[in-house]
């Protein structure tokens, strides 16, 4: 069982360019997000899905995108890298939200220069 | 504006000593939940309560939500370098949204 599953690990960008960010849960959970955690500023929801087929934005949706066509994987797509999503990305997935607390990835940390 | 803040936002303790980590919300709290997060690591769900007055523990770690739901507090006990990491409260305070709250990084010297 290896619950949340994200890749990369590490990730530098340039300014401009694009990339996805992996997310695949095996707990057959219903609700999956992602976050980003900037220094000092705790995490903040990107976006987030309630099923496959399903999205809705978060806090900061601005210049990411999600898709969720199965029930396991939820991508995280960046399309023009800025410095300013220069963060550490956190998958993670629950059966209810909030129920019994979130199951999270080890992150991904992208650099954009 | 933060809708979950932490104090104290940085811990240094010795060894053996106890520390509280408070976490407190302006509207009520429909479940809190408590996490660890190593550095550079992804985070390990600790606890939630639910309940005004409830109260858990899990080792040597305890953690109170107070009656109007609205604050909780983590307590550690004897602390070790290996409670050292970074602390987030979580909730749903909404109804329909979780929310973190900004973190206490907490340092245990031996």
């Known amino acids: 069982n290896a619950g949340v599953t994200q890749t990369p690990k590490f990730r530098i960008l340039k300014i401009g360019q694009s990339m996805t960010l992996q997310c695949t849960q095996d707990?057959?959970?219903?609700?999956m997000y992602w976050y980003r955690q900037d220094p000092g500023m705790g995490l903040k929801l990107i976006y987030y899905?309630?099923?496959?087929?399903?999205?809705d934005k978060g806090e900061v949706p601005n210049g990411y995108n999600v898709s969720r066509s199965t029930t396991e994987d939820f991508p995280l797509r960046l399309e023009l890298a800025a410095p300013s999503q220069t963060s550490v990305y956190f998958c993670?997935?629950?059966?209810?939200?909030?129920?019994?607390?979130?199951?999270f990835g080890s992150g991904t940390r992208l650099t954009v220069v | 504006s933060q809708e979950l803040e932490q104090s104290p936002q940085s811990l240094i303790v010795q060894e053996g000593k106890n520390l509280t980590i408070n976490c407190t919300s302006s509207k009520t709290l429909y479940g809190l939940y408590w996490y660890k997060q190593k550095y550079g690591e992804g985070l390990i769900f600790l606890m939630m309560?639910?309940?005004?007055?409830e109260e858990k523990s899990h080792e040597k770690i305890t953690a109170k939500l107070d009656e109007k739901k609205q604050q909780s507090s983590l307590h550690i006990t004897a602390s070790q370098p290996s409670h050292a990491g970074i602390y987030l409260c979580?909730?749903?305070?909404?109804?329909?949204?979780?929310?973190f709250g900004t973190g206490t990084s907490l340092t245990v010297i031996p």
């Open positions: 993670a997935s629950s059966y209810l939200q909030g129920a019994n607390g979130y199951t």
């Open positions: 309560l639910q309940k005004g007055g």
């Open positions: 979580g909730a749903d305070i909404t109804g329909n949204q979780f929310y």
């Open positions: 707990m057959n959970h219903n609700y």
């Open positions: 899905s309630v099923g496959a087929g399903i999205t």
